[in-house]
């Protein structure tokens, strides 16, 4: 148990860790292209660690050295593995349609939480490929026959990287041409580097082709993570003044910028430039008295992993917000429809429970309360920031699984984890 807390006033300048959703897809890729590559910046957190062991079990060397990995890639996987994916999705969903590319057998196995989550997701699309995915009762473990691939038109109806990420790692291995179409574009991480390691890739709005293709190794640089870095960005929108350095702000991304904008946060960005194929910048946000915002099922996509922070944003803003479209949230690490809803409450907040989000009537100020993270990265650190704007804190149970994304979280916010 963690006591948090209320700070007056909250002010510095952060170095984050990497992106979690880069990091994954430079160790994976990588491993299963030709040649070598260099990865500095990478995230050192759980989720990346489990997609590292699954590589290195098919094959793949990987030395790390701090954040720094070097990879010497196998296009040619060991068959016959049980990779265990541990709390990631991530992990599990890319690698359940890379494997099937390659006509890999293996068994994905995952921890209690992940083999909770929906995974016929992946399974059904990729049958349209012609591979064959067993789950188990549409969930963890997963088994990956091989089986020859051919192209195909996939039209997904939930927008999700994962699943789209998938279908197209399976399609670059198949005969002929693979289009996926989602209803709104989500975070394009796999589309740009698949690009930059040589694959015949085209992405026209909402929609991606690709056609079989031998990934070449590539370096890749990783900027810090802007859903780890959204904690310090909102401690300073409640309690002062924070800048965040060097984080990825690829459009996918910043749907936090836009519930800023709505919300009436002071931020600008610094330095901004490009690197590895990646937007980047400094985030400096500032202390701002915030008004209740509308988000729909259109705002989701750049800003799902973000929810969470965002609806306690608003029980800190003047009047009613209301945000819906976002039922992905009941399938992540948590239902974080309910958890959230339920830290609101607990800090004091008002906040209802709607089937696809939440309206929260904001109160300004709020007293503080006690919170369990349900073992969900972002409830736990939701929840500390949220004790840390309140007047009186409170504690926090089980909030170790925050190394799943982000392992120096408490340090960085100036707590030692007891
Ligand atoms: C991710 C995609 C998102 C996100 C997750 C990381 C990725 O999941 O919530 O944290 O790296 O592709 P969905 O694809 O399920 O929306």
Same mark, same amino acid.
């Given at each position: 148990?963690?006591?948090?807390?209320?700070?007056?006033?909250?002010?510095?300048?952060?170095?984050?860790?990497?992106?979690k959703s880069?990091?994954h897809?430079?160790?994976?890729?990588?491993?299963?292209? =030709?040649?070598?590559?260099?990865?500095?910046?990478?995230?050192?957190?759980?989720d990346?660690?489990s997609t590292?062991?699954?590589?290195? &079990?098919?094959?793949?060397?990987?030395?790390?050295?701090?954040?720094?990995?070097?990879?010497?890639?196998?296009?040619?996987?060991?068959?016959?593995?049980?990779?265990?994916c541990g709390n990631s999705g991530t992990t599990i969903r890319l690698l359940t349609?890379?494997?099937?590319?390659?006509?890999?057998?293996?068994?994905l196995?995952g921890d $209690?939480s992940l083999s909770s989550r929906p995974m016929?997701r992946v399974? =059904?699309?990729?049958?349209?490929?012609?591979?064959?995915?067993?789950?188990?009762?549409?969930h963890a473990?997963?088994? !990956?026959?091989?089986?020859?691939?051919?192209?195909?038109?996939?039209?997904?109806?939930?927008?999700s990287a994962q699943v789209?990420s998938a279908?197209?790692?399976?399609? /670059?291995?198949?005969?002929?041409?693979?289009?996926?179409?989602?209803?709104?574009?989500?975070?394009?991480?796999?589309?740009?580097?698949? $690009? &930059?390691?040589?694959?015949?890739?085209?992405?026209?709005?909402?929609?991606?082709?690709?056609?079989?293709?031998?990934?070449? &190794?590539?370096? !890749?640089?990783?900027?810090?993570?802007?859903?780890?870095?959204?904690?310090?960005?909102?401690?300073?929108?409640?309690?002062?003044?924070?800048?965040?350095?060097?984080?990825?702000?690829?459009?996918?991304?910043?749907?936090?910028?836009?519930?800023?904008?709505?919300?009436?946060?002071?931020?600008?960005?610094?330095?901004?430039?490009?690197?590895?194929?990646?937007?980047?910048?400094?985030? @400096?946000? =500032?202390?701002?008295?915030?008004?209740?915002?509308?988000?729909?099922?259109?705002?989701?996509?750049?800003?799902i992993d =973000?929810?969470?922070? /965002? &609806?306690?944003?608003? $029980?800190?803003?003047?009047?009613?917000?209301?945000?819906?479209?976002?039922?992905e949230?009941?399938v992540k690490e948590?239902?974080?429809?309910?958890?959230?809803?339920?830290?609101?409450?607990?800090?004091?907040?008002?906040?209802?429970? @709607?089937?696809?989000?939440?309206?929260?009537?904001?109160?300004?100020?709020?007293?503080?309360?006690?919170?369990?993270?349900?073992?969900?990265?972002?409830?736990?650190?939701?929840? $500390?920031?949220?004790?840390?704007?309140?007047?009186?804190?409170?504690?926090?149970?089980?909030?170790?699984?925050?190394?799943i994304?982000?392992?120096?979280?408490?340090?960085?916010?100036?707590?030692?984890?007891?």
């Amino acid at each position: 148990m963690q006591r948090i807390d209320g700070r007056g006033y909250f002010e510095g300048e952060f170095t984050l860790p990497g992106d979690k959703s880069i990091t994954h897809r430079a160790i994976m890729f990588n491993a299963g292209a =030709e040649g070598e590559a260099f990865v500095t910046g990478a995230l050192m957190g759980e989720d990346c660690l489990s997609t590292m062991d699954c590589m290195r &079990a098919l094959g793949a060397e990987i030395e790390a050295d701090g954040q720094s990995l070097h990879i010497k890639g196998t296009p040619n996987f060991r068959q016959g593995q049980r990779l265990n994916c541990g709390n990631s999705g991530t992990t599990i969903r890319l690698l359940t349609g890379f494997l099937a590319g390659k006509q890999v057998q293996a068994t994905l196995v995952g921890d $209690a939480s992940l083999s909770s989550r929906p995974m016929k997701r992946v399974a =059904e699309p990729l049958s349209l490929l012609g591979a064959e995915i067993q789950t188990t009762d549409g969930h963890a473990p997963v088994c !990956v026959l091989p089986k020859p691939l051919r192209g195909a038109k996939v039209d997904i109806s939930v927008s999700s990287a994962q699943v789209k990420s998938a279908v197209l790692l399976a399609g /670059i291995s198949a005969d002929g041409e693979t289009i996926l179409t989602e209803p709104i574009p989500s975070r394009d991480h796999t589309e740009r580097m698949l $690009a &930059a390691m040589g694959a015949d890739i085209r992405v026209d709005g909402n929609s991606v082709a690709v056609k079989k293709s031998n990934l070449q &190794a590539v370096d !890749v640089c990783v900027p810090a993570d802007i859903s780890s870095a959204a904690y310090f960005m909102a401690l300073g929108a409640l309690k002062g003044k924070t800048l965040c350095k060097n984080v990825g702000v690829n459009p996918t991304r910043t749907g936090i910028l836009t519930a800023f904008e709505r919300l009436g946060v002071r931020y600008s960005l610094l330095h901004r430039g490009v690197s590895g194929g990646e937007e980047k910048a400094d985030i @400096l946000v =500032e202390k701002s008295d915030m008004r209740g915002i509308s988000l729909t099922a259109q705002d989701v996509p750049a800003m799902i992993d =973000e929810l969470p922070l /965002i &609806a306690l944003l608003c $029980a800190f803003a003047d009047g009613e917000s209301r945000i819906t479209g976002a039922k992905e949230l009941r399938v992540k690490e948590s239902d974080r429809i309910r958890t959230t809803a339920e830290l609101i409450n607990r800090l004091g907040g008002d906040c209802t429970e @709607l089937p696809d989000g939440w309206s929260i009537r904001g109160k300004r100020k709020l007293r503080g309360g006690d919170m369990d993270s349900y073992l969900d990265h972002r409830i736990a650190m939701t929840a $500390a920031v949220g004790m840390i704007a309140s007047e009186n804190g409170g504690n926090l149970s089980r909030g170790e699984c925050c190394a799943i994304s982000f392992p120096d979280f408490f340090e960085k916010i100036g707590l030692k984890l007891g």
